[in-house]
């Protein structure tokens, strides 16, 4: 690792909850994540985030029943932009510089989002912080991760999860399951297993990124992914 090391870490809305599955944000928890990035940052890792939205909404559920796809594919973006909030304020209490850029312009609350002016943020020690997606429905945060980490010249794609990698099968269903040190892009498409959507893995096969796939609940798992300690499953 060199102090130059550029990474993007994907968070869930469910990474800003006590409990998994919960609703809302809890300040204790998101507290804890930014003390975690923080450390990382104070040793040179540059790094940017994705957020998710789904402690708040979750726009596929919506839509199935009945609330028009489009819309609430908008209306999922605008609950990443408060998780991104929460954490800009949690990481400035642990003294750090923070960006907020959206894809959707609201300069009262965030930066619009420019490629160049992110990779600025990031040279100058800025931790940046994507919400609202891509800016269009119908496209995840998971692909929006796979895009900006594309776009900023990151290394690698940090997803934090709520299991400690990727699985041969699902192991609630099958026994036998076993966990992958390592995987390559296309078995993942080929054996269906549960990374990123089919965009995002196939917009990192294109560009050769990397994916790392762990469990961000362990005691110092954030920062250790962060600053490029082997863990979880590497894609690539």
């Not at 990481?91 to 510089?97: A, D, N, P, V």
């Not at 390559?184 to 096969?205: E, G, H, P, W």
């Amino acid at each position: 690792m060199t102090s130059s090391r550029r990474v993007l870490l994907k968070l869930s809305g469910e990474a800003f909850c006590e409990q998994e599955g919960g609703f809302g944000i809890d300040p204790a928890t998101v507290a804890s994540l930014a003390g975690e990035i923080s450390k990382a940052r104070a040793v040179g890792t540059e790094i940017s985030v994705v957020v998710g939205g789904g402690n708040f909404f979750r726009g596929t559920a919506l839509a199935a029943r009945g609330l028009d796809p489009a819309t609430a594919d908008y209306m999922g973006m605008l609950a990443t932009v408060m998780n991104g909030l929460a954490l800009r304020d949690a990481l400035e209490k642990h003294g750090m510089t923070t960006r907020v850029m959206s894809a959707i312009t609201m300069r009262q609350v965030s930066e619009p989002y420019i490629r160049n002016r992110a990779i600025r943020h990031l040279e100058k020690g800025r931790i940046v912080i994507f919400v609202a997606g891509t800016g269009n429905p119908f496209f995840t945060t998971d692909t929006t991760a796979a895009l900006r980490a594309i776009e900023i010249g990151a290394e690698v794609v940090l997803k934090a999860s709520k299991v400690d990698g990727v699985y041969s099968a699902d192991p609630h269903l099958d026994s036998s399951a076993r966990l992958l040190e390592a995987a390559s892009y296309m078995d993942v498409i080929s054996q269906n297993l549960k990374v990123m959507d089919m965009t995002a893995i196939t917009l990192c096969r294109e560009h050769g990124l990397p994916i790392v796939v762990f469990d961000m609940s362990g005691p110092g798992n954030v920062h250790r992914a962060l600053i490029g300690e082997p863990l979880g499953t590497r894609v690539g």
